[in-house]
């Protein structure tokens, strides 16, 4: 899996190592998932990964049964004030990343005829939200992504999903928000239900659709928002 040096991405890698997987957590650094590796023990690895470089993807993705695509970069500006080089590195890193990912997972799931994909999108790729407009662009483009992927191999036994969620308390969006001059508590008066997400309720999600219990499940932008899409 990737992005797994913190946030969502670390407490997928706990929750799926702690119900029985054999995990392989990727990061851009490798200090944070080595930590974590060494700390849950066997059945743990850790390799540093740079997703925008296919060549190392495709030597990490090529043998997995299930994949969380969960690194990703922000971005804080509407279009006029975006340079083009930073839309151009959110899509490298949030589109492109997952893109290869998939394609270097996609042929091992399929000739074993079994797998699944959680891809890690977000509400904003589904609404707008203002100041992120690279940034729903580029999960605008996973969703879809999912989408197609699912189609074009469900009938090899292989499930495509997305997850799309709200504001989540990790370190990622405590610096965003440091970014902007915002602050957690402005962000939690604005969730319906009052507080942020927790890495911990995305894993369970991202759990659900990796196992068996989602075997009808494929194609799907999974919101866990706190019904801030609803409101």
């Not at 119900?19 to 700390?39: C, D, Q, T, W």
């Not at 994949?67 to 500006?77: F, M, P």
Request: aromatic residues 4%.
């Amino acid at each position: 899996m990737t992005g797994a040096g913190s946030g969502i991405g670390e407490s997928v890698a706990r929750k799926l190592h702690a119900e029985g997987a054999e995990v392989v957590l990727s990061n851009v650094r490798m200090e944070p998932v080595e930590a974590i590796a060494a700390e849950l023990g066997e059945r743990a690895f850790a390799v540093e990964l740079d997703v925008r470089d296919e060549e190392a993807v495709s030597e990490v993705a090529r043998d997995v049964d299930v994949l969380a695509n969960v690194a990703g970069i922000g971005s804080t500006t509407a279009a006029p004030e975006t340079p083009l080089s930073v839309w151009e590195n959110v899509f490298a890193v949030n589109a492109r990343g997952t893109f290869l990912c998939c394609k270097h997972a996609l042929p091992g799931m399929i000739e074993r005829g079994a797998g699944a994909i959680v891809n890690v999108a977000s509400v904003a790729g589904l609404i707008g939200l203002r100041n992120r407009a690279a940034y729903s662009a580029s999960k605008g483009a996973v969703i879809a992504l999912t989408r197609a992927l699912a189609m074009d191999h469900v009938a090899a036994g292989v499930r495509v999903n997305a997850i799309c969620p709200g504001t989540v308390d990790t370190p990622w969006v405590r610096r965003l928000v440091e970014e902007v001059g915002e602050s957690l508590d402005g962000l939690r008066a604005r969730q319906p239900m009052g507080r942020l997400g927790r890495p911990e309720e995305i894993a369970e999600a991202v759990l659900y659709l990796a196992s068996d219990d989602a075997a009808f499940v494929t194609g799907t932008a999974f919101v866990i928002d706190g019904g801030l899409t609803a409101a």
